[in-house]
């Protein structure tokens, strides 16, 4: 069966330090990855969204990278963090045409 | 610009009545509608979906309605139950394009 997983689920990170959040997919080849943040008032956001190897679409101009060094990982990343980076991360991968699947998410406070 | 939209960010239902929560959206391109549903620090989870084809989908105690002409739908959940206590957004999408998502809609059931 299909699963992803996400880590860490909690970060405390001070501002103007990097960041690098991983998520991968097990159990299926060459999905689609997505990164979602959901901050305060601001519902789920969509950051990136990658459908291959080495392919990154940005939604949002803003403070962090992605990238996806191979098939079933995506790694959501910033050089330096700002206060407004805080949130609620999540990945997920989708499993049909219309159907994704969340991971845990990784809650991230910037201090 | 914000397609989907959720325009109550909270609902307080008595357990047994029924809870209805709405969204809009804006982009005539959506042919896929979905609801989350979601508790703190956890990822989304699939409720239900409906298609652009149908204006109704049942799964026991959720119907999702799909008013096109008025690009509008509704989640009903009968009877309510303090377990549905959640965070619940509304999710929208075109043929290769990724999900969209509301601020989402809290909803707080009372025994």
């Known amino acids: 069966s299909q699963t992803i997983h996400q880590w860490p689920a909690t970060l405390v990170q001070p501002v103007g330090s990097p960041l690098s959040l991983e998520c991968t997919v097990e159990?299926?080849?060459?999905?689609?990855l997505y990164w979602y943040r959901q901050a305060a008032g601001r519902g789920l956001q969509l950051l990136f969204y990658?459908?291959?190897?080495?392919?990154i679409s940005s939604e949002v101009p803003q403070n962090l990278s992605a990238s996806r060094p191979q098939d079933r990982q995506f790694i959501l990343s910033s050089k330096k963090l700002l206060l407004s980076d805080s949130g609620f991360y999540l990945c997920?991968?989708?499993?049909?045409?219309?159907?994704?699947?969340f991971g845990s998410g990784t809650r991230l406070t910037v201090v | 610009d914000q397609q989907v939209k959720q325009n109550s960010p909270s609902l307080s239902v008595q357990e047994g009545r029924i809870s209805i929560l709405n969204c809009d959206y804006t982009?005539?391109?959506?042919?896929?509608f979905l609801w989350y549903k979601k508790y703190p620090a956890e990822g989304p989870t699939f409720l239900i979906s409906?298609?652009?084809?149908?204006d109704k989908n049942e799964d026991g105690r959720f119907t999702v309605f799909l008013n096109k002409s008025a690009k509008h739908l509704s989640l009903h959940i009968v009877p309510s139950q303090p377990g549905d206590s959640a965070v619940y957004f509304c999710?929208?999408?075109?043929?290769?394009?990724?999900?969209?998502f509301g601020k989402g809609t809290r909803l707080s059931v009372i025994a």
């Open positions: 159990g299926t080849s060459n999905p689609n």
């Open positions: 982009n005539s391109m959506f042919d896929y």
């Open positions: 997920a991968w989708q499993h049909s045409n219309y159907g994704y699947t």
């Open positions: 999710a929208a999408k075109g043929r290769n394009t990724p999900l969209v």
């Open positions: 990658s459908v291959g190897i080495g392919q």
């Open positions: 409906i298609s652009s084809i149908k």
